[in-house]
């Protein structure tokens, strides 16, 4: 189905130059920056428990440092998920 996925730890600290309620919409953006340039595709897709995290957290604090999973489709699009994250295809293998 897919490329081998790449474990990446981002070091989000940039994010906390935005102003305080712009700061989990910078930390994503740098994500989506980061996950373009490591896998060299323009389509990137964030996974929603990306998103939970950085907004049950307030937009105000978003984690400093987070661990995720590069995952290439077919489709010339990524896929970002948690470190720990896995997908119901993964689970049903298992």
């Known amino acids: ?46 996974s929603d428990e990306i998103s939970r995290l950085f907004h049950s957290r307030s937009v105000e604090r978003p984690p400093k440092k987070v661990t995720l999973l590069i995952e290439r489709n077919e489709e010339d699009e990524v896929v970002v998920r948690l470190g720990g994250e896995t997908t119901a295809e993964q689970s049903s293998n298992q």
Not at 2 to 11: A, C, F, G, H, I
């Open 1 to 46: 189905m897919s490329q081998l996925p790449k474990k990446v730890t981002l070091n989000l600290r940039d994010a906390y130059r935005a102003p305080k309620l712009r700061r989990a919409r910078r930390a994503l953006n740098i994500i989506k920056e980061k996950a373009k340039r490591i896998a060299k595709v323009e389509r990137v897709k964030i």
